[in-house]
């Protein structure tokens, strides 16, 4: 079981330019891609969040159940969805404003135990941003780690939603030494200003960096550097591309019996570069279709498959 631990928000995606175009309600949040994905591709996924009881909630509720996702762990409460507003940019790449105050998932409590049968723990992106509910789930990234249970954490930095940079850097650079795999794009690594090198050294086996259509890079502990280019692809937009990436890695992992610090060591420069082109296949795939739409196992094979092998 791989539990995923993070915000499930509304995003409201622009059908057309300019300030005033209609916009489309769509399921969103990175936690909340991450399990619908990894719920397509066929890894057993629990989603660990709080979700309002209004229509938007009940949505995203039936958006993780149609992906096979486990939604018994998902706490519930009267206050609004958090909402937000994309803006797409002419190469595909989204920006985002947040709706945030008083909304339903920032009152996340920490459960007393993960899920029976827990082999990993995926976590970021606002919910580790946004009071209460942030110190909630540090508290649950911290405690899954402290039991041996395989951590993964993507920032995905929302530079609008943090008041304080420094402060959320600092904190940053507190939660790994309980992350097993650290995922994240150029921009994030940019925004936080530290180096794959700096990371690993605190704690994490493995960092992985997203560079867009450029491809993907993983740096592990032994100095090694694996990188595979982007698959080409008409983009409509990013939304949804990192999430999946995560979903895919984490998938891939699994799927090989690597979802371990020992497994992560053990790939070689074969096995990272069959889990890299995997994640860039899925990616690409979320990029070719609007929203955040990740794919189905069907649609990108196996991650021991090479391109040519996809379905």
Same mark, same amino acid.
């Given at each position: 079981?791989?539990?995923?631990?993070?915000?499930? /928000?509304?995003?409201?995606?622009?059908?057309? &330019?300019?300030?005033?175009?209609?916009?489309? *309600?769509? /399921?969103?949040?990175?936690?909340?891609?991450?399990?619908? #994905?990894?719920?397509?591709?066929?890894?057993? +996924?629990?989603?660990?969040?709080?979700?309002?009881?209004?229509?938007?909630?009940?949505?995203?509720?039936?958006?993780?159940?149609?992906?096979?996702?486990?939604?018994?762990?998902?706490?519930?409460?009267?206050?609004? &969805? &958090?909402?937000?507003?994309? +803006?797409?940019?002419?190469?595909?790449?989204?920006?985002?404003?947040?709706?945030?105050?008083?909304? #339903?998932?920032?009152?996340?409590?920490?459960?007393?135990?993960?899920?029976?049968?827990?082999?990993?723990?995926?976590?970021?992106?606002?919910?580790?941003?946004?009071?209460?509910? #942030?110190?909630?789930?540090?508290?649950?990234?911290?405690?899954?780690?402290?039991?041996?249970?395989? +951590?993964? /954490?993507?920032?995905?930095?929302?530079?609008?939603?943090?008041?304080?940079?420094?402060?959320?850097?600092?904190?940053?650079?507190?939660?790994? *030494?309980?992350?097993?795999?650290?995922?994240?794009?150029?921009?994030?690594?940019?925004?936080?200003?530290?180096?794959?090198?700096?990371?690993?050294?605190?704690? *994490?086996?493995?960092?992985?960096? &997203?560079? %867009?259509?450029?491809?993907?890079?993983?740096?592990?502990?032994?100095? =090694?550097?694996?990188?595979?280019?982007?698959?080409?692809?008409?983009?409509?937009?990013?939304?949804?591309?990192?999430?999946?990436?995560?979903?895919?890695?984490?998938?891939?992992?699994? $799927?090989?019996?690597?979802?371990?610090?020992?497994?992560?060591?053990?790939?070689?420069?074969?096995?990272?570069?069959?889990?890299?082109?995997?994640?860039?296949?899925?990616?690409?795939? +979320?990029?070719?279709?609007?929203?955040?739409? *990740?794919?189905?196992?069907?649609?990108? %094979?196996?991650?021991? $498959?090479?391109? =040519?092998?996809?379905?």
């Amino acid at each position: 079981m791989i539990v995923v631990a993070g915000e499930a /928000l509304i995003d409201l995606v622009p059908q057309g &330019t300019g300030a005033l175009a209609e916009l489309r *309600p769509a /399921l969103g949040g990175g936690p909340y891609n991450t399990a619908v #994905a990894l719920g397509r591709l066929g890894s057993p +996924t629990a989603f660990c969040s709080r979700t309002s009881r209004d229509a938007f909630g009940e949505a995203l509720l039936d958006g993780l159940r149609r992906a096979g996702v486990d939604v018994s762990g998902v706490q519930r409460g009267d206050e609004p &969805t &958090t909402l937000a507003v994309a +803006t797409v940019g002419t190469d595909g790449s989204a920006a985002y404003s947040f709706y945030v105050e008083g909304s #339903a998932d920032r009152l996340f409590r920490a459960p007393a135990a993960l899920p029976a049968g827990t082999r990993a723990a995926s976590f970021g992106t606002c919910s580790l941003v946004l009071e209460p509910g #942030a110190s909630a789930y540090e508290e649950l990234l911290r405690t899954a780690a402290g039991q041996g249970v395989f +951590t993964a /954490l993507d920032p995905n930095v929302r530079a609008g939603l943090i008041p304080d940079a420094d402060a959320y850097r600092a904190r940053f650079a507190s939660w790994l *030494p309980t992350v097993s795999l650290l995922k994240l794009s150029e921009e994030d690594a940019r925004w936080l200003g530290g180096t794959p090198r700096e990371w690993l050294a605190a704690g *994490p086996s493995a960092v992985v960096v &997203t560079r %867009g259509g450029h491809g993907i890079t993983a740096h592990t502990r032994d100095g =090694a550097v694996h990188c595979v280019p982007g698959e080409e692809v008409d983009v409509v937009d990013t939304i949804g591309a990192g999430d999946t990436v995560n979903a895919a890695l984490l998938h891939g992992l699994s $799927e090989t019996g690597a979802l371990s610090a020992d497994g992560l060591a053990g790939l070689g420069a074969e096995g990272w570069n069959r889990l890299l082109r995997f994640a860039a296949r899925a990616a690409a795939v +979320t990029c070719s279709r609007a929203g955040a739409e *990740p794919p189905y196992a069907s649609e990108v %094979g196996g991650p021991g $498959e090479d391109a =040519a092998g996809a379905g």
